[in-house]
Structure formats: C-alpha cells, structure tokens
C-alpha cells in the first residue's frame, strides 16, 4: 500500500536543496517568496548559490549532506528540488532513508530528480511530487496553472488535468498508480536498485535535449527490458529541444512511441502537459490515477 | 606516435601460470552469475538457446573462404565500401556483398525487414565465415530480437564491428558465449593506402591477424594514470553508451571475471560520469579482473555548464574503491588507432610501469 506523506497545512516548512546542478540564489528567490506567500516557511539549504564554482551545487559530500539534514529533520514538510541538471546518480545510494521512511514528506522536482522519485518508489513505496522546481518560478510562472498545480497538490487537493485530442492517441480508459519521468534517466537506472517495475501503471514519459535516433534506442530499451509490455497506459509528455542527426531520423516521436508499443493495447495519450517545457504539471508519482483518452481529448484525475 | 604494435606468437607465457589458477574459480563466478542473468532473460525470451556453456571459438578464416558484407545499422553504398573489398579480396578471402549494401531508410542501410533478411542469410549461410558489419551508426537494436543466432551452434562464425555493433557482440557474448572481433568496419579502410597514416593500417590489418588465427598481442606505452596489476579473464565491452543502453535487457553482459573496455564518441563529460555510474550502480565494476579505457572523444561542455572533471578524473573517482588494474587511452575506439580485439576470448592484461600489454591466451 502507497503511503503518502502528509499534506502541507500553512505554516509548514518546505526546504530547498539543490542535489544536483549549480543554482544561484537570485533564481530561487522568486520561488521563496511565492512559497512564502502560499503560507509556508522555507528553509533555503547550504547547497543553494553555495560556493561551488563548478558544475554541481556541491561536493558530492555536501549535496548529500543537505539533503540529508532535510530528509531526517522532522520540522522539514516536504524538500523541493531547486532545480536538475546531473548529480542524483552519485549519491542515490548513499542517502540514509530510515528517519524519512517513518515520516515521510514530500520529495518535488523532474529531470534528475527522477532518480530520487524512482528510487524511492522502488524502495519504500512512498508517493513523491513531479513537478515544476524553483527555475520555474521565475518570469511570471509563479502565476501559472503549471506551478499553481504544485500549490494544489502540496494542499492535499485531488489533481485532475485535462489536455487536448492529440491524432496519435490511442483511446482507453484505466486506473493504475503513477510511475515515470525522465526517459534519459529511466534508460539509465535500468539495471540498477533504482528501476521500477512499470507493471499495472501509468508510465508517463518527457525528455528534453536528445537525438531522436537516442530517443528510439531508449524506448527500445524499456521495451527489451520489460517495462512497457503490461503497462496499464502511456502518458507521452513534452520532448523538447529534440535533435536530429544530420541525415535525418525520418521519424517523429509519436511514430517511435507508437512503433515501439504496437503490439499492446493500453491506451496512448500524447502531448501531455510534462516535461521541460513550461507546461508541467505536478503529478503524484506511485499515486492511483484516472487516464481518460477519448476522441475528443484527454484526462487524467487523481483517484 | 611512437606506439608499438606487436602482434606475434605470445611470448612469456611462463610468467601467467599462478594467474590462470584464480581465474578458473573467476571463471566459476562468472558462470554461476551467469545462470541468474539467463533466468531473467529468460521471460522476455521464448526460443532461448542454453545459456550456461563453453566458449565457441569459431573456426579461423583460411585463402578461398567467404566473408560477407551487410548493414545491420546505418547505411552505405557499394562505392563507399569497395576499398574494403578490394583490401579483404587481395588477403584472399571472397566477399559476398549483402543486399543492404547500398539501401537507404533514412539513417538506415535499408528497412529492418531488409536489414534483418540480409543479416539472417549471411548467419544461415554455411558458406560465409565471417560477417563484417559494413558501418555502425544506429539500427541493430531493432534487429537484435528477431535473428536466429542458432546456426552458429552448427557454423560459427566470427561477426566483426564496433559502435553500434556492440549491441551483437554483448548480446553473442551473453547468449552464446561466442568469440567475435570488434574492429574497424569497411567505412574505415583508406581510399588511398599510400596516403593513410601507418597507424589506420596496422588496425586495418589487425582484423586479418585476427580472422586468421592469430593471437593477439598488444603493447601501448604507459600512461600516468594507469593503476598497475595484472588481470587474467574474458575480453569483452564495447561502446559505453551502447552497454548502457542493454541495461536490463537479456542482451547485458556480465562482467563478473572480465576485462572490460569501453569507448565512447560524441558525448558530454557529464554524461559520461553518468555512464561510469551506471557501471557501477549496475554492479558490473565489482568484480572486474580489469579496466581497459579506449579513445573517448568528448563533445565540449555547453557554455556555462563547464563539467570541470577530466576523463581521467572520473574514471579515476570511480575505481577508487576497487583494486583491479586499469589502463588508458588503449587503442580502441571512434579514431584511427583502433585495434581488432577478440571479444569473448581469455586474455591477460598486464599493467607495468614501462608498458601496457593485453595479450591473447
């Protein structure tokens, strides 16, 4: 059974952490206020616009050591990922989950942060937050109905999203519990104590900066390690900033989904709000939802 | 380059005796981790030959016996390969050039139901003794479920590529434990051999000492990074990208026991860490014999998002907790040095102070 970490009330403590790429603090600022304003304190952590001067937030030490200060520390509600890049991967088996497996709290963020959330789906069970990080803030996003849904969702109010007819869907209906997210990063943990079983679930997939020809080969992958054969529907987000070889890859990603999952019949829905572009949604990852696709659009509604 | 290169006979064999001893019982672990991997495998693969079984060796090539040319991956014209044929055909071998030479799907060397029937023939054909990929690229994935590897229990054979090619040869390895070369491809042997550097050569003609039964014998300079040691297991590896990407499937190797190498082009710094992390996170660095690090050509950091690690650095950072010896910049990969290497087959791999040696046994 999916446990779920408590909702946020107000006065309760978001942290922020940066695991993994360098963030300064000026960009994190607008999402401080914003959580600030929603009626939550936030503790800003020693990795966010630290003294790195190189890639990453952090030491590999140090990055871990604030997340796990926010993970143990039992005045920490919910820890929200400033932003991804790379760097879950060199600390994801080192993180001590014991005190944040008897009180569990809300882990947010995408991209990298997908380590974490399949991770701990995995290991625990315990229900975490995709969705928009600090960055997304920035420039009026705050205002948005993508980084409002995050609002909503931390409130403990059920999320439902609805999104347009897309020609490729493959229409259905099914209710299964959430798993996915970047498809660069579930390619990457295949193999690992990190993958998790798609089996009965709604996988939904986004991407950002790939060839299309990598994209292939990493849906083939899933697909050749057994995570897309009983999948219960596939919710197909934003792929952006997409590349093509110089010879062109002579297909879309619609047609490489589609190509790769011919044989099932779980429903298809494409063009769903997530992934990296500013449509993205907060979705409730290990969460029981409701996927919706008919000829006139698509929905997906939490249980 | 002042590398050397000396394929001979092996010499000083004396001096492998105690390490032969602990590989036999790596050879046991590998064995018995193999049989795990099989069991996995084994629901996503209905005709599945037996996995656990010795290591088939196919026969070496003599004058008058056939290779055969085909695109199980990115494509390429007949014109494009005929410096190979003509190089192939004066070491007095025949070519049988397959239909997908000259076929074009896009990025592709004909469509997968062309690529498939053309790989297929050549493995069904009794009369062909080797299968040299005509190019990598991107595409053997999508055939690498549907052949039927069976007639190499009958006739093997020796399959020959690199990059992409990687997905067969792991995939040969794991299933079949059959030997195969990772070398150069037909895109690679100079249109003009007077004017090709020695070092382009020398990898071409590796492939012929290779096919034709020579035991390989590398010697390359050392390097400051280098850990020394000496190792003693199956030479297997490949594209790091392209192990990564048979994570989980039934086509990932194990390396329990093995010398692994591994090559890369094109990608970021970043992720290339990652791909070590992979390794690592995928349990295949904790039993290693040994590390062979091949070219890696790195494609620059985005401004702003400098890694500020080298190769050498990450590599260095992820053996850290391990003793197995480890080598650098060994002549293998996307670059004019890169030498056939007998995937599957028992080497040793001997890191000195003076030099590199990875010998075939």
């Not at chain 1, 009026?140 to 439902?160: D, F, H, I, K, N």
């Not at chain 1, 409701?290 to 509604?301: C, I, K, Q, R």
């Not at chain 2, 010795?54 to 040319?69: E, F, N, V």
């Not at chain 2, 594209?239 to 026991?257: M, P, R, W």
Request: glycine share 10%; hydrophobic share 35%; with cysteine.
């Amino acid at each position: 059974m999916t446990i779920i970490p408590p909702y946020l009330n107000p006065g309760d403590c978001i942290a922020i952490v940066c695991p993994a790429g360098y963030m300064s603090l000026d960009r994190v600022q607008t999402c401080i206020d914003t959580l600030l304003q929603w009626g939550y304190r936030v503790r800003v952590g020693k990795t966010v616009g630290g003294p790195s001067d190189n890639y990453f937030s952090g030491s590999d030490d140090e990055r871990l050591a604030d997340l796990q200060q926010m993970l143990d520390d039992p005045a920490v509600n919910a820890i929200l990922c400033g932003r991804g890049g790379y760097g879950l991967s060199r600390i994801i088996d080192r993180i001590d989950f014991a005190r944040f497996q008897k009180n569990p709290k809300w882990i947010i963020g995408y991209s990298d942060i997908t380590i974490l959330h399949q991770h701990i789906e995995t290991h625990f069970d315990i229900a975490t937050l995709h969705s928009p990080m600090a960055g997304a803030f920035n420039d009026g996003g705050a205002e948005t109905s993508y980084v409002q849904s995050l609002r909503v969702a931390l409130a403990g109010q059920p999320s439902g999203y609805s999104c347009p007819s897309h020609p490729f869907n493959r229409v259905g209906r099914a209710a299964a519990p959430l798993t996915g997210g970047n498809l660069t990063l579930l390619a990457h943990l295949a193999g690992s104590s990190s993958a998790s079983d798609t089996k009965g679930r709604l996988l939904f997939l986004e991407d950002v900066g790939e060839y299309l020809y990598n994209i292939d080969r990493m849906l083939r992958q899933l697909k050749r390690s057994g995570r897309l054969d009983r999948l219960a529907g596939l919710i197909v987000g934003s792929f952006t900033e997409l590349k093509d070889t110089q010879r062109p890859f002579g297909a879309r990603v619609e047609d490489i989904v589609l190509d790769c999952i011919r044989e099932y019949e779980y429903p298809v829905c494409f063009g769903f709000p997530v992934g990296h572009a500013i449509e993205n949604v907060a979705l409730k990852t290990n969460v029981e939802y409701e996927l919706t696709v008919t000829a006139s659009g698509s929905a997906l509604t939490e249980c | 380059m002042n590398r050397k290169n000396f394929l001979s006979s092996v010499l000083g064999l004396g001096v492998m005796g105690p390490a032969f001893a602990t590989t036999q019982s790596r050879h046991n672990a590998k064995t018995s981790s193999r049989s795990t991997t099989s069991t996995r495998g084994a629901a996503l693969l209905p005709p599945s030959p037996p996995k656990v079984q010795p290591l088939l060796i196919p026969p070496y090539l003599k004058p008058g016996d056939s290779i055969g040319i085909t695109c199980p991956a990115g494509d390429i014209t007949l014109k494009e390969i005929q410096p190979a044929v003509q190089q192939i055909e004066s070491w007095g071998f025949h070519v049988k050039v397959g239909d997908t030479v000259g076929k074009k799907d896009f990025i592709f060397g004909g469509a997968d139901a062309e690529r498939l029937a053309d790989f297929q023939q050549m493995l069904s054909d009794p009369s062909i003794s080797a299968i040299l990929c005509a190019r990598g690229g991107y595409g053997a994935v999508h055939l690498i479920d549907q052949l039927d590897f069976s007639p190499l229990y009958q006739h093997p054979k020796w399959v020959i590529g690199f990059s992409d090619i990687t997905v067969i040869l792991c995939h040969l390895h794991t299933n079949l434990n059959i030997a195969s070369i990772h070398s150069k491809m037909c895109n690679s042997f100079p249109d003009d051999w007077a004017k090709a550097e020695p070092v382009q050569i020398a990898s071409i003609f590796s492939i012929r000492q290779a096919l034709t039964g020579e035991k390989m014998n590398y010697t390359v300079p050392p390097q400051d990074h280098n850990r020394l040691g000496s190792a003693h297991g199956q030479l297997i590896g490949g594209n790091l990208k392209t192990i990564e990407t048979l994570a989980g499937t039934h086509s990932d190797i194990d390396t329990a026991g093995t010398i692994l190498f591994v090559e890369d082009t094109g990608e970021y710094l970043y992720s290339i860490d990652r791909m070590f992390w992979h390794l690592q996170r995928t349990g295949k660095l904790d039993r290693l014999a040994g590390l062979i690090v091949g070219g890696f050509k790195v494609k620059p950091d985005d401004p702003g998002e400098e890694y500020g690690r080298s190769l050498y650095d990450i590599v260095t950072e992820r053996i850290k907790p391990y003793s197995f010896p480890v080598c650098f910049d060994f002549p293998v990969g996307h670059q004019k040095e890169n030498y056939a290497l007998k995937y599957g087959m028992p080497h040793t791999l001997d890191i000195r102070t003076d030099q590199v040696n990875l010998l075939e046994i």
